[in-house]
């Protein structure tokens, strides 16, 4: 994801979303009690556990304002987002907002696969309660931003799943609502179109619109937010200034000793080895040496056309350096069975602190996941400390020019 | 209450705009489109002529339009019975929506019931054009059509509401309502002539059997589309009381289903 700068906003005092201490409550059911027959089975036997996804949240987001909002799995984030949006109702606590509000909590959520792009946008817009006159005015600028051409009078079904993320970003946002709520979209797309988005985000602040972010890429929350909360076990933890929160958020979760790993392992990646010059699996590395990182995989089944990547991050979360075997224009026709593959880099060239590696395998428009090591492994860089910063260059320092 | 109503009409465009993707994906891709619409009764008549008329000699018996009653009957049968069907299921078959965006979600039980009517007022349309094609006279009440149709709506979506909101807790609402439609078909006169209930059964039997809304309601569409003279005009057990009745129970209903959805809709989003 690129980081942007955006200029400094005036964000109002007058407040667009108010929570005052908010609290939601699910019940986990120990099996889904869905028939009546069990309900009868089971009268007076509880069924479930009271699960609180949060507790006593206060919040005011201010009008103009973009709060990005940050927290590992299961911290509440998306519960939060959803009864902002009115989609769940608060146990305890009250939601007040002001002004039209359009979510984006998933892409081109109603969608009807048998409708032409275009039928679809007006269905759309309506479901996020937008008047057909207002759609006419802006539908062209939605057909323009989607890049879709003349694909938006083919049915969505027929749609890659690239064209069905650009055609639902690009209704939600250039309905141009007071507040905008994304969940963690922005990840999905390619670069350009995730930078074009990025650049209507930062369109959408310079004209006042409140926009409530919730991300896992803190990047983005500390480049585009001006405010972050970081949210834990359903509480807030902090709130502030997005480079602070961010920093330490990332301070915690690296204490934390699990990454995490999903997929649908359709492949799995058995074992990453970090291997230094000789072949020998490494921890450390000297700036400057060699790295081969050897992904062994297997697939029970056939897989085709799989891409197989890596990522550097470093302690802020930061992905440093990433590649793929689709970036690098590598076909792979075809995986069966058991195989291995290696990812040779010549020369570290980043100074000192600790890696994180990311490795995952995943369809080519990078929408299934086979499976996905998210920050397993990692190794420590040092440096002879003739440099400061994040990473080595050549620079020689002559000291009379002619 | 009335907040709620309001916010109903502010997304009467969503609930318009689902409404026509219902028409339009039922013949999206089939060569003859809404075609479609109009030759499923057209289809209807043939086979209830060829199998009443000709297979069992109904005809012999008197019934000379045997046909045209069962028409009369069975498109407002079966646009309750096909919109109730589709509105049960409809809250939880839009999980991804409910889940992911917020709308007043009574427009997902409604959509369906307009739909639904779209198809049910076209195929009446048909029905009036054979009738006027075989020559046989229109009823007299024939402009009551509308104020029927109203009536029947308003049953449909009192009911629909209610079975929508209580299906997304209990997934067996469902399969109750299937098995419930297929008796209730054979405990209201929809093939049978209503004769066959007044000189068969004891004036009690009757009175209990006239407590089915489903049964005014369809007694009322064959005496204004297509009277049989074989029913006779004293025959319909259709009387003032028993009207009011319905009226009554169509509008008691739609306001407890409204009030029931609405209060339920809040813990949707949870249960799906």
Not at chain 1, 195 to 202: E, M, Q, T, V, Y
Not at chain 1, 286 to 314: C, H, K, M, Q, W
């Amino acid at each position: 994801m690129v980081a942007r700068e955006i200029g400094i906003r005036q964000s109002s005092k007058i407040p667009a979303i108010e929570l005052e201490s908010v609290s939601k409550c699910f019940r986990l059911y120990h099996d889904a009690n869905y028939s009546l027959k069990e309900k009868v089975i089971n009268f007076r036997k509880r069924g479930y556990d009271l699960f609180w996804a949060l507790k006593g949240v206060d919040l005011t987001i201010f009008q103009g304002e973009t709060l990005g909002i940050i927290g590992p799995n299961g911290s509440g984030k998306s519960t939060l987002l959803r009864m902002m949006t009115r989609i769940m109702s608060p146990n305890e606590g009250q939601i007040r907002t002001h002004g039209t509000i359009a979510a984006l909590l998933e892409l081109g959520a109603g969608f009807h696969p048998d409708l032409t792009g275009r039928e679809n946008i007006y269905l759309n817009a309506s479901i996020l309660g937008f008047k057909r006159r207002e759609i006419e005015g802006i539908i062209d600028e939605i057909v323009a931003f989607s890049e879709l051409g003349p694909f938006i009078e083919n049915q969505v079904k027929n749609y890659s799943s690239g064209m069905y993320v650009r055609l639902g970003f690009s209704i939600a946002i250039n309905l141009n609502p007071d507040i905008l709520l994304i969940d963690e979209v922005l990840a999905v797309g390619d670069e350009s179109f995730q930078g074009k988005c990025l650049d209507r985000i930062a369109r959408m602040q310079q004209e006042g619109k409140t926009i409530v972010l919730v991300t896992h890429d803190s990047d983005i929350a500390a480049s585009v937010c001006d405010r972050v909360l970081w949210l834990e076990k359903g509480e807030e933890k902090m709130i502030g200034d997005p480079i602070e929160v961010t920093e330490l958020y990332h301070e915690a979760m690296r204490m934390r000793p699990e990454g995490s790993e999903f997929g649908t392992r359709d492949i799995v990646i058995n074992r990453v080895d970090i291997l230094n010059s000789k072949g020998e699996a490494e921890t450390e590395f000297e700036t400057g040496e060699p790295l081969v990182l050897r992904i062994n995989y297997s697939a029970d089944d056939p897989v085709e056309d799989p891409v197989f990547g890596f990522g550097f991050y470093n302690q802020m979360g930061f992905m440093v350096y990433g590649t793929n075997t689709r970036l690098r224009g590598l076909d792979i026709a075809k995986v069966d069975g058991q195989g291995k593959m290696d990812f040779k880099i010549s020369a570290l060239p980043m100074l000192d602190g600790r890696y994180y590696i990311s490795v995952a395998a995943h369809t080519r428009d990078g929408m299934v996941n086979y499976h996905w090591l998210d920050k397993l492994y990692y190794f420590d860089m040092h440096s002879p400390g003739k440099e400061e910063g994040f990473l080595t260059m050549e620079c020689d320092i002559d000291l009379a020019p002619q | 209450m009335k907040e709620k109503l309001k916010r109903l009409f502010d997304y009467r465009e969503l609930l318009f705009n689902l409404i026509h993707k219902e028409v339009k994906v039922k013949y999206k891709n089939s060569f003859l489109g809404f075609v479609w619409s109009l030759i499923t009764p057209l289809m209807m008549l043939v086979v209830f002529y060829v199998a009443f008329g000709i297979i069992f000699k109904l005809r012999a018996m008197g019934m000379q339009f045997y046909a045209f009653f069962l028409m009369s009957g069975i498109l407002p049968w079966n646009f309750m019975a096909t919109s109730l069907l589709l509105s049960v299921g409809s809250v939880v078959n839009s999980s991804d929506l409910v889940k992911k965006v917020y709308f007043p979600r009574e427009v997902l039980p409604l959509s369906h019931l307009g739909s639904s009517s779209f198809h049910f007022i076209l195929q009446e349309l048909m029905l009036i054009v054979f009738l006027l094609a075989f020559r046989v006279p229109l009823t007299p009440w024939i402009f009551m059509v509308p104020v029927v149709m109203l009536l029947e709506v308003t049953f449909i979506a009192g009911l629909s509401m209610f079975l929508s909101a209580l299906n997304v807790f209990y997934r067996d609402v469902q399969h109750f309502t299937e098995i419930i439609i297929m008796a209730w078909f054979w405990m209201t006169p929809v093939i049978y002539p209503i004769a066959l209930i007044r000189d068969n059964f004891p004036a009690w039997a009757q009175r209990i059997y006239m407590l089915n809304p489903m049964a005014h309601i369809i007694l009322l569409w064959q005496r204004i589309t297509y009277n049989s003279p074989h029913n006779g005009t004293e025959a319909a057990l259709l009387s003032v009381p028993g009207l009011l009745g319905t009226i009554a129970l169509s509008i008691t209903l739609l306001v407890l289903g409204y009030v029931t959805f609405t209060r339920l809709e809040g813990r949707f989003a949870e249960f799906i």
